[in-house]
Each structure stands twice: as C-alpha cells, then as structure tokens.
C-alpha cells in the first residue's frame, strides 16, 4: 500500500516549553516533517516564505507580529501554506477574524495532542477543522456585544456623559455639579437610559458601561511578540 506524503509544518509559538512539546507529538508521526521551529511571527512568515510548507501552526499572540498577521501577510503574498492556529488565549475578536481571514484550522492548547493531529491531516487534506463550540461561542458572544453596542450607540450625547461620569463612581448630585444640571434633570436622564440599555438599575448600568469602555480600549491596543529555528535558524538571517 502507498504511503500517503508527509505534511511539512512550520511550528510558530513564543513559549519554548510549548514548541518543543508540538514538535515531540508531531515528531513520532511519519507522515508528519516539522521544518522549522519559531518563537515569533516575522520569523514564522519568513519561514512560510522560504519553505513553502503544507501547514503552518501558529500561536496567535506573539512578539512583534502576532499570528494574524503572519496569515494576512502570507496570504497576500499568495502562499500556499494553510494556517492553524493552536492557542490558549484567543479572544472571540481573534478567533472570528482567523476565520474570516482565510485560517485553515483553530487548536486550543488544552485539547488532547491527537486533536493537534487529526487537524493537520484534516487541514493537509484540503478541509477545514474548526471546534463547533469554540466558534459557536465566539459568534453569540459577539452578536450580544453588537446588540448592546447598538444599544449604547442610540444614546444621546449628554445620556453618554452621563453614563460616563456613573462609571467614574459619581453620585447624581456630583454629576449634577459637574455638567451643570439640576440633580432632577440627571435622574430623568437616567430613567431613560435604563430603558434604552435595557439596565434594572445603577450598578448594572455601572458594569455595562466599564466593561464597553474597556472593550474600545482594548480593541486599540497592540499586541506585542519571537523565530528560532530549530533545523533551520531564520532569525539569524534577518
């Protein structure tokens, strides 16, 4: 009987402990050749570039180019190298735009090491390994936060500093002297935001509004993240 070919993988990932584990599973399985291996993203893409493999396994967060990037990048180039990710902390953000930026496969990182594997072969084949609950999870997530930020968008401009000064923790009577209104006003500003929030009371008005601050901040943040190669040591070369 024919042997099927081995896949050619390209393992990014910038804790080493977790590298040299992928490589160790991947290593006793014949039909599976590990090319290089890399602890950041620019060197995970120059690896891709230079070695072309079947799959490339990248952790999304990473120093300097995190996995995203590298799959935007090679993707524009034209690489043929299909993606997986193989992750512990991707958000719902990371994991919905993998999958709407062409990512091949998604692997959390407390998944049984056979998953890892079952996902190569299913990916080198031409398909696509996604786990139901993990994506399930992120899209109803993510259409609950649009709703609730459609929601907050319907506020007036007064209503959102408002809401603003009530998560800084200030009274109604501080609120009032601080925008210059008489306290009555602001409880009725505040009536009407109950209702357009769909929010019972002020501490869960209090909540909603740090926790949609903090996802705007976070949404602008950067990530910060390392290749070194194993067999091959593309980051010497740059």
Excluded at 108 to 128: H, M, Y
Excluded at 136 to 141: F, I, K, Q, S, Y
Excluded at 207 to 213: E, G, P, Q, V, Y
Aim: net charge positive; glycine share 6%.
């Amino acid at each position: 009987m024919r042997q099927a070919p081995s896949i050619s993988i390209v393992l990014a990932d910038d804790h080493p402990v977790v590298l040299r584990g992928v490589d160790a599973i991947l290593s006793v399985h014949t039909d599976m050749n590990v090319l290089a291996v890399c602890t950041d993203g620019r060197a995970a893409a120059e690896a891709i570039r230079q070695l072309a493999p079947n799959v490339a396994v990248l952790d999304v967060v990473m120093p300097g180019f995190n996995g995203l990037e590298v799959l935007s990048t090679t993707a524009a180039e034209g690489s043929i190298t299909k993606i997986v990710f193989l992750t512990a902390f991707a958000t719902d953000d990371h994991i919905l735009s993998a999958i709407a930026n062409g990512a091949r496969g998604i692997v959390v990182k407390e998944a049984a090491p056979d998953s890892l594997v079952e996902c190569l072969r299913t990916v080198a084949a031409g398909k696509q390994w996604f786990p139901p609950d993990v994506v399930e999870t992120a899209l109803r997530r993510d259409a609950s936060r649009r709703a609730e930020s459609d929601r907050v968008g319907s506020l007036t401009a007064r209503e959102q500093q408002i809401v603003a000064l009530v998560a800084d923790g200030l009274s109604n009577r501080e609120i009032a002297r601080r925008i210059n209104l008489a306290e009555g006003t602001i409880k009725l500003h505040l009536h009407t935001i109950y209702e357009k929030l769909e929010t019972p009371n002020r501490t869960a008005l209090t909540a909603l509004a740090i926790a949609f601050r903090h996802r705007l901040q976070s949404r602008g943040a950067a990530y910060f993240h390392g290749c070194v190669g194993r067999r091959i040591r593309l980051d010497q070369k740059r």
